[in-house]
């Protein structure tokens, strides 16, 4: 079958997760994507975390499916020229290196444009170039404070906090994967690659953009209206304004105020939680859905502004009458009066969702050593792609076939692997 980037050849030279959820997207979709290794090691992510002793980490089988994999030292001179030859024969070179890295193994933008100059070098780095920090090396949680996610994300009174969700890696690479597209896209009109890039704070940052939203009204006026901390109180119950940002704890980000509510077995399961949200213009259904008819009348809870500050008791309220219902059945009742909420699901029960296994969001794929498991499919589903996720590569599983592709006989290869090229 035809995939959407057939043809398109990806030199992977990625490791950890920003670079391998972009590589992995685009092997999804069709590109060949070959990940360079460092022989005898690889990817430090096959090693880490293991739950099988000598079988590749489930942190790896989930980032670089779809792939294909060959070792090679690019320390090495014959491992520089084989990256040379790969090169030439690319169109898109993906890494994700500390700083200055790729530069100090000699394949400088420059050098790389002289091999091929329809190549497009696409990196992901902590800062962007000419950044004050761009010579730090970064992790996930790294970008995620630098970004501007952890300073406004938690409760009032706990410190700053990262999210569970790969703002700074996975984020990164999806981010990197449409500039590559769009690259590639460019280059069909001008027949020259380019250079991309993406900085993990920026990418935050852009899924920030609505807190940046608020500094700007705080700056302004002093008060943030949808956000626990208003209306101001004298205890300082749910923290105050300075000039920065607050942490919302669960508040609805936008203009329909929401928290995170318990049901029924929340004193055991850390989990038995919905999302409830107080759409303005569906008040009507919302307080007939809780059983509180006369408020849909009632001046003092009729109107958002009425209800904002005694936002907390109807959430009280809510919860008791969560109390013996669990959270799927609460679902269940409020799907009927238009409301938006869901279950607060947790990875168990994500793990066994039907739902998500029917859409392939969650996939049951095969791996050479590891046998069958589970991992995340492509959340973006297409009319006319059928995408198919297949087992992560074991260490090298592909490199006699790449050589052999760059015009190396079976005698050089055997000669390259003793001497530990590859
Ligand atoms: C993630 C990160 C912190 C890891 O740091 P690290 O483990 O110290 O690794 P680095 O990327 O800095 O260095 C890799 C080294 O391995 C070398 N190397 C990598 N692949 C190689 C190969 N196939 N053969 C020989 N050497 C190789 C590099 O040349 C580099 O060597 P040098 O530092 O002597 O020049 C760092 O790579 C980084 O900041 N990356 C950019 C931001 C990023 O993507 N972070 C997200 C990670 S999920």
Not at 197 to 208: F, I, K, P, R, T
Not at 303 to 310: L, V
Not at 365 to 374: M, N
């Amino acid at each position: 079958m035809t995939k959407a980037l057939d043809g398109i050849r990806i030199i992977d030279f990625t490791h950890v997760q920003a670079g391998p959820a972009c590589t992995q997207l685009l092997a999804w979709y069709g590109a060949d994507v070959i990940k360079v290794e460092r022989p005898g090691s690889g990817d430090i992510t096959r090693n880490q975390l293991r739950d099988i002793p000598g079988v590749d980490a489930l942190y790896f089988t989930q980032l670089n499916s779809n792939k294909r994999s060959l070792t090679l030292d690019t320390k090495k001179q014959e491992g520089k020229e084989i990256l040379e030859k790969l090169i030439k024969t690319s169109d898109v070179m993906v890494e994700n290196f500390g700083p200055g890295a790729l530069d100090r193994m000699g394949f400088t933008w420059a050098r790389i444009q002289e091999l091929n100059p329809k190549m497009i070098l696409a990196s992901v780095k902590g800062f962007s170039e000419g950044n004050a920090f761009e010579d730090l090396k970064v992790y996930e949680n790294v970008a995620q404070c630098a970004g501007g996610a952890a300073s406004t994300t938690g409760f009032w009174d706990g410190p700053p906090t990262v999210s569970g969700a790969a703002l700074g890696d996975s984020n990164t690479g999806m981010h990197l994967a449409i500039g590559i597209l769009t690259a590639l896209r460019m280059r069909d009109q001008t027949g020259r690659g380019q250079k991309v890039s993406c900085a993990m704070q920026d990418a935050v940052l852009n899924l920030c953009r609505v807190k940046l939203r608020d500094q700007l009204r705080l700056d302004r006026t002093g008060i943030l209206e949808e956000y626990p901390q208003y209306p101001i109180r004298e205890d300082g119950k749910y923290g105050k304004f300075t000039d920065a940002v607050p942490r919302g704890g669960n508040a609805g980000g936008g203009g329909q105020p929401g928290w995170v509510l318990k049901c029924k077995g929340w004193e055991t399961d850390p989990n038995a939680y919905i999302y409830f949200t107080i759409q303005g213009q569906n008040w009507a259904n919302t307080a007939k859905a809780i059983g509180k008819p006369e408020w849909v009348e009632d001046p003092a809870y009729a109107t958002a502004a009425a209800r904002q500050d005694k936002i907390f008791d109807i959430f009280g309220y809510i919860e008791s009458w969560l109390a013996d219902k669990t959270k799927f059945e609460a679902v269940d009742i409020l799907r009927k009066y238009d409301i938006p909420c869901a279950p607060v699901m947790s990875m168990k029960d994500i793990e066994n969702d039907p739902s998500l296994r029917a859409s392939g969001s969650i996939v049951e794929v095969e791996h050479k050593a590891r046998g069958k498991y589970l991992t995340v499919g492509s959340p973006i589903k297409f009319s006319e792609l059928t995408v198919e996720i297949t087992g992560s590569p074991l260490l090298g599983e592909h490199s006699d076939e790449v050589l052999a592709s760059l015009g190396y006989d079976a005698q050089q290869v055997a000669r390259l692997h003793q001497e530990k090229v590859v």
